[in-house]
């Protein structure tokens, strides 16, 4: 079991993190650091990827909002991709479909960035 | 292996993990697969994953926990009961999590509020000396054709 996490600049002053696996206790600190190295550098504007993310629990979710609490200080927005119905529930039942922008492509993700 | 469940004795797989985080997928894929053996739904099943990570999480986030974490699946007929246990040394029952707002987002008691939301019964006690002992229930509603 692992995460595997690309990041790659796209355009409009924002980066693509595109994650790969499962994330959970073991692997999300490895996504909170990429997510934490590119606001350390100033990026403010993030799409996440989780088109190819299996499995999210809490841990994972805690990384997703530490990253949005994060960018929003500096005026940026973190929007998701994610197609998954499993984990777009996860996000409706813990009411994080209201403070994440939750799309089914990366284009939507990116056209919606604040 | 995909037989409908006839016995109605219930049966039990028990499982001993380190408390530690590389070993809680361990405990969920145990689960799903109890889970399945009783039919549970694809829904059903990801549901009593994500609640026994969630547990074993929580006893791995919290300090003072054992070394070991015990996960009993309880097999019944349409019913799955599950307990995880630790031997560590707690204060305090797991803090509710809620539905949140940004401002007040926060990861603290969320996965109780994930267990107690995909699950259809939940308990447990904190021991001061004895650690957790949580104990969740969920039943077949969905099976597949």
């Not at chain 1, 499962?22 to 799409?47: C, F, M, N, W």
């Not at chain 1, 929003?72 to 927005?77: A, D, I, L, N, T």
């Not at chain 1, 998954?84 to 479909?97: A, E, R």
């Not at chain 2, 990801?46 to 609640?51: G, R, S």
Request: hydrophobic share 45%.
């Amino acid at each position: 079991m692992d995460i595997k996490v690309n990041v790659r600049e796209a355009p409009g002053d924002c980066y693509v993190v595109e994650l790969n696996g499962e994330i959970d206790v073991y692997t999300s600190p490895k996504v909170k650091d990429a997510i934490g190295t590119l606001i350390d550098r100033g990026v403010y504007h993030l799409v996440i990827n989780l088109e190819k993310v299996r499995y999210i629990d809490s841990t994972g979710l805690g990384v997703l909002i530490g990253g949005l609490k994060r960018v929003r200080e500096h005026g940026g927005s973190v929007n998701l991709v994610c197609t998954n119905l499993q984990i777009k529930k996860i996000f409706d039942i813990t009411g994080l479909v209201k403070i994440f922008g939750i799309f089914d492509s990366e284009d939507a993700a990116m056209k919606a960035l604040v | 292996m995909n037989q409908a469940v006839e016995q109605t004795a219930p049966e039990f797989v028990e499982l001993r993990i380190p408390a530690r985080a590389q070993w809680v997928a361990l405990a969920r894929l145990a689960a799903a697969v109890v889970a399945n053996h009783l039919h549970f739904s694809i829904e059903e099943i990801e549901d009593v994953k994500l609640a026994v990570a969630e547990a074993c999480a929580a006893v791995i986030q919290h300090d003072g926990h054992g070394e070991f974490i015990s996960l009993t699946c309880e097999a019944l007929p349409d019913v799955l009961r599950v307990r995880v246990r630790d031997s560590g040394r707690h204060s305090a029952a797991p803090a509710e999590g809620r539905r949140m707002n940004f401002d007040e987002a926060r990861v603290a008691g969320l996965g109780i509020f994930l267990i107690r939301t995909l699950m259809d019964e939940v308990s447990y006690d904190v021991h001061p000396q004895h650690g957790t002992d949580l104990v969740m229930v969920k039943r077949v509603t969905g099976r597949p054709e």
